[in-house]
Each structure stands twice: as structure tokens, then as C-alpha cells.
């Protein structure tokens, strides 16, 4: 039987938190953060499958860019208590192949989220 976990959070300025390390973390790139002139990057971090932005039909084509993307959130948002992103963290059940865990999770914000005008960077990790 599936064991759902499901978390969401906000990446806050307010919390020391950076927009830019959260989508490095989570995708597994290095990206260089403008607001404080750093490089993040997470080499421990492992098991990363898949990752991709989804654009709406209003959105700058550059934001496709990563780096661009989180970097143009942090610029925008200047007060201290910030909230720069939103974080969601869920489980995919075992019971659904690997193979399609990408078009499940892009079908879900495809849907959810960027139907609505918003921009969706995901990642798919597989410890295993």
C-alpha cells in the first residue's frame, strides 16, 4: 500500500532562504546567485532523473533558462520578508513505473499551475 507524503513550503527571504539555491538543490545544477554573488551548487545531491520548466503562453521564453528564471524572482521581490518560491514535495507510489513519472508530474502541473499563468520548475529524484 502506498505511504503518501506530501509537503509544501515557502522559500522566504525572511528565513535566510534563496530561490536560486532551491532550484539548485532541486534540479542539481550550478547556478550563480546575483543577490549575493554565489555560486550554489550541491554536489552531494544525488538521484535527480528528470527536470524542466513549463512555461505559460505569457511568459519570457528566457525563463526557460533556470538560472534566468530564479534570478529575475529574486530581483523582483526586494523587502527583507520576501516570499521568493513555493516548494512541494510529494511521493509518487512505487506502483507507477519510472517511465512515467515525468509525463505524470507534467500532465499534474501543466494542469494545476501553469494553466493559471504560473511557472512551474520540477525535478524528479530517485534515490534508488
Known amino acids: 500500500m502506498p505511504c503518501p507524503h506530501n509537503e509544501i513550503t515557502i522559500v522566504q527571504r ?22 549575493d554573488q554565489q555560486v550554489k551548487h550541491y554536489p552531494e545531491k544525488r538521484g535527480i532523473v528528470h527536470n524542466e520548466i513549463l ?3 505569457n511568459a519570457p521564453q ?16 526586494k523587502q527583507w520578508n520576501s516570499q521568493l518560491a513555493r516548494r512541494w514535495v510529494l511521493t509518487i507510489p512505487r506502483e507507477i ?14 494542469q494545476q499551475f ?5 511557472i512551474a520548475d520540477f525535478a ?3 534515490p534508488h
Open 62 to 77: 528566457e525563463y526557460a533558462d533556470r538560472n534566468t528564471l530564479w534570478n529575475a524572482a529574486e530581483a523582483v521581490e
Open 55 to 57: 512555461l505559460p503562453p
Open 124 to 126: 524528479i529524484h530517485d
Open 97 to 110: 513505473p519510472p517511465d512515467q513519472y515525468a509525463v505524470l508530474v507534467r500532465e499534474f502541473c501543466q
Open 14 to 35: 525572511s528565513q535566510r532562504q534563496s530561490a536560486v539555491a532551491a532550484a539548485a538543490y532541486q534540479s542539481g545544477e550550478k547556478l550563480f546567485c546575483e543577490y
Open 114 to 118: 501553469v494553466s493559471k499563468g504560473m
